[in-house]
């Protein structure tokens, strides 16, 4: 399925407009960068249509979860956060979870509880 989605059907977030360093601050307070445009995603399509963007343009991409890790350099880039994709599914049969990028390990953890299903974390499950 090819992706119609395009980046002017986004909310986008550019330098010192409201919003942007909400959107850029993560868990790592020791890593900073300012891309030119930060891209918060709800979708898959949405990331397509960033990537393409930054593609056509040459520029560099990163992408940030939930802010936990490093998301490399987007600096005069394209940031993609990806926070707002959070849908867990659970399927106690197989005793699999999907989940999207932005998911927090806490989420898939109260999804699972109720199949009598425990995933094993590295970290608190607030991360």
Known sequence: ???????????????????????????????TQRPELIVPARTAADVTAAVRHAAARNLPVAVQATGHGLPGSAEGGVLITTRRMDRVTIDPETRTARVQAGVRWGQVVEAAAPHGLAPRMGAPPTH
């Open 1 to 31: 399925m090819t992706s119609t989605r395009h980046l002017t059907d986004l909310p986008l977030l550019h330098p010192c407009e409201p919003g942007y360093d909400d959107e850029l601050a993560g868990f790592q307070t020791g890593f």
